[in-house]
């Protein structure tokens, strides 16, 4: 089965920097990613990158975080620069496992703030 486990959350000032590391186990299949939940708000996507590396990123965060995937390990990795008090939220990673079913992991809390 398909597990996923977030690290490298934490607080930072706003123009600061983090680094999400997501570590993947079982059969994943072509798509990895991140969304993220703030309080009070809906889960909303952040970046996606498929097996051959190909990537989407949301709105609010192109131009300042970066996803990046290591096939060999199944592991994906979100850097973020130039952090806004408006990136604060749970960033939780997700699989694709190869039956098309969605895993999640629990979730590493980022917070912005100064």
């Known amino acids: 089965q398909v597990r996923v486990v977030e690290s490298g959350g934490g607080e930072v000032q706003p123009g600061g920097s983090l680094r999400l590391s997501c570590e993947g186990s079982g059969n994943i299949g072509i798509l990895m990613g991140w969304w993220r939940q703030a309080p009070g708000d809906q889960r909303e996507s952040v970046a996606s990158?498929?097996?051959?590396?190909?990537?989407e990123y949301a709105n609010a965060v192109k131009g300042r975080f970066t996803i990046s995937r290591d096939n060999a390990r199944n592991n994906i990795y979100l850097e973020m620069n130039n952090l806004k008090p408006e990136d604060t939220a749970v960033y939780y990673c997700?699989?694709?496992?190869?039956?098309?079913?969605?895993?999640w992991g629990q979730g590493t809390q980022v917070t912005v703030s100064s």
């Open positions: 997700f699989a694709v496992d190869m039956a098309g079913e969605t895993r």
């Open positions: 990158i498929t097996r051959t590396g190909s990537t």
